[in-house]
């Protein structure tokens, strides 16, 4: 793929912003895995046998809702969920295979989407059918369709050692 972004402004703006994202997920992972008391308490962490997708996907609602709820607490979709938080994290932190990082972060985020959906949220919410989720999901297209990882990440040294399997560049 060619390179996408070619002013520097730009290009900066875009790692920060994939860096900032890749932080996030990092951050729900370690906070998650150790209950560093941001979102997590301690006696819920996964290292102490706490259920990462229980309180999320527990409360799920929507069309969707039965889904995701039964889904809450199984240990294929926690190891799934905290595999996914910590490979996406470092994807975007230090931009390498970005583009698979982007995609599986885009779904991700989605798919949290489709357990909390705003048109059935609460009446306190901000807009009708739009939230974080989805600004996060267009951020994370940006960066899986650029060379995001090239400033200021590991990109160009990772597409080079990749070369023959695309679909980690």
Do not use: C
């Not at 910590?86 to 990082?101: D, E, K, V, Y």
């Amino acid at each position: 793929m060619a390179q996408v972004v070619v002013a520097k402004p730009a290009a900066y703006a875009l790692a920060a912003l994939r860096i900032v994202l890749g932080l996030i997920f990092l951050w729900a992972f370690l906070d998650k895995l150790f209950g560093l008391r941001y979102a997590t308490p301690p006696e819920r962490a996964w290292i102490e046998g706490g259920e990462p997708t229980e309180g999320y996907l527990g409360t799920s609602y929507g069309p969707l809702g039965d889904v995701f709820q039964a889904m809450a607490g199984n240990t294929v979709v926690d190891a799934l969920f905290m595999f996914g938080l910590l490979a996406i994290g470092l994807s975007l932190t230090l931009g390498m295979a970005t583009r698979l990082g982007g995609w599986a972060g885009m779904a991700m985020v989605l798919l949290m989407y489709a357990s909390h959906p705003i048109p059935w949220a609460p009446e306190n919410g901000t807009h009708p059918f739009l939230d974080e989720h989805i600004t996060e999901a267009a951020a994370m297209a940006l960066i899986a369709l650029t060379n995001a990882g090239d400033t200021w990440g590991l990109g160009r040294w990772w597409r080079v050692r990749t070369a023959r399997w695309p679909i980690v560049a």
